[in-house]
Structures are given as structure tokens and as C-alpha cells.
């Protein structure tokens, strides 16, 4: 039982270090439709992309 318990202990101690080491990398893409812009199929979004989508404004919110 003992040894069971430190061999998990050092996992967590590995993974723990393993981010510290090697951190993900994060980016934001902003894609803002009122300019026309989209988000394009041929770049690239990993598990730790931030993607905001600012999408038109109805035409019934719009005030004159």
C-alpha cells in the first residue's frame, strides 16, 4: 500500500512539473462579422484557442 501511494505521488509530481516545463500555448482570435471578417478553415485552432465570434446586429435593434 505504501508504495502504491508514493509511485502516485511522483506521477503527480511529474505532471505537475511537465506543465511547468512545457506550458500550452494559448492565442485569441477575434473575428468581427459588422467588418466582414471571418474566421478562415486553413488556421490552425488548438484545445487552447480562444475563438470570439462578434456576430451583425439584428436590423429590429438597430435605432435611428
Do not use: C
Request: hydrophobic share 35%; charged share 35%.
Amino acid at each position: 500500500m505504501g508504495l502504491d501511494k508514493e509511485i502516485e505521488r511522483l506521477r503527480m509530481r511529474i505532471k505537475q512539473l511537465r506543465r511547468q516545463v512545457n506550458p500550452p500555448s494559448l492565442s485569441v482570435h477575434v473575428v468581427d462579422q459588422n467588418k466582414g471578417e471571418e474566421l478562415t478553415l486553413s488556421e490552425e485552432i488548438g484545445i487552447y484557442d480562444l475563438i470570439i465570434n462578434i456576430e451583425e446586429r439584428p436590423a429590429w435593434t438597430i435605432k435611428n
